[in-house]
């Protein structure tokens, strides 16, 4: 697989003075990991925001401008300012190729589902992503989910459905809710007041034989009036 490259520098300038690095275009960092010393670093923001808007999935990358050898390392957390989405820190986890390793990888949603398209439900998914355990050279970048397989409102798509490349094994529970399509609530209204008029419809309805007119009661008089003249 291909991996991304990303240039960084060692950084000495700690705590409060970082202000004055992002004043000047220069994003702090930090490289951490298992069995790995504490490594400060700096990227140039401009071509950060560019990596990052290449790369917005879990990916391998080669980090270079160190110690003259690249670090294999990914994207651990990204610290943003909530009010304007610049970055302010960003973590990298350094990793081993002979070693597995866990991550979360986003789930990319493709296709339409036609129980919402077509039949006006509401799209619903549950998760974003999942977490995997996998060799960093095996590691996706995204993991597709089919939306497509929402035909109707009983379907539904979970974690055992999705498949991963060779070498990834899928950590999630298998039996946890993915995407599904929801009836709308007005949607929900309309079917429950269409059964109750067919359900009072049906009650109303008169009973199969049953005449519209009662019939009077024969009491038997006239036939023995008629016996009696007879005689």
């Known amino acids: 697989m291909a991996v991304a490259e990303l240039r ?4 000495s300038v700690m705590g409060k003075k970082v202000k004055a690095l992002r004043r000047q275009g220069v994003i702090p960092g930090t490289i951490s990991g298992h069995g790995v010393e504490p490594t400060q670093v700096q990227v140039d923001e401009h071509e950060l925001d560019k990596f990052l808007a290449r790369h917005r999935g879990m990916e391998l990358i080669s980090l270079s401008g160190l110690d003259g050898q690249p670090r294999s390392v990914v994207v651990r957390t990204v610290d943003r300012v909530p009010t304007s989405g610049r970055v302010q820190h960003i973590e990298f986890q350094q990793v081993s190729q002979r070693e597995k390793m866990h991550a979360d990888i986003p789930l990319q949603f493709t296709g339409t589902a036609p129980a919402a398209t077509r039949d006006g439900g509401t799209l619903l ?24 397989a929402l035909a109707d409102f009983e379907a ?11 070498g990834v094994t899928i950590m999630t529970p298998a039996d946890e809710l993915i995407a599904k399509v929801i009836e709308s609530r007005i949607q929900a209204e309309v079917a429950e007041e269409q059964a ?13 034989g049953a005449t519209s007119e009662a019939e009077p009661a024969s009491t038997g008089s006239g036939s023995a009036a008629e016996g009696e003249a007879e005689s």
Do not use: F, K, Q
């Open 8 to 11: 960084v520098a060692s950084r």
């Open 125 to 148: 998914t549950a998760l974003n992503h999942v977490r995997v355990e996998c060799l960093p050279a095996d590691l996706p970048p995204t993991i597709a989910v089919d939306l497509g």
């Open 156 to 166: 539904a798509i979970h974690v055992s459905d999705i498949e991963v490349p060779s």
């Open 196 to 208: 109750e008029a067919a359900a009072a419809a049906e009650t109303a309805a008169p009973a199969e």
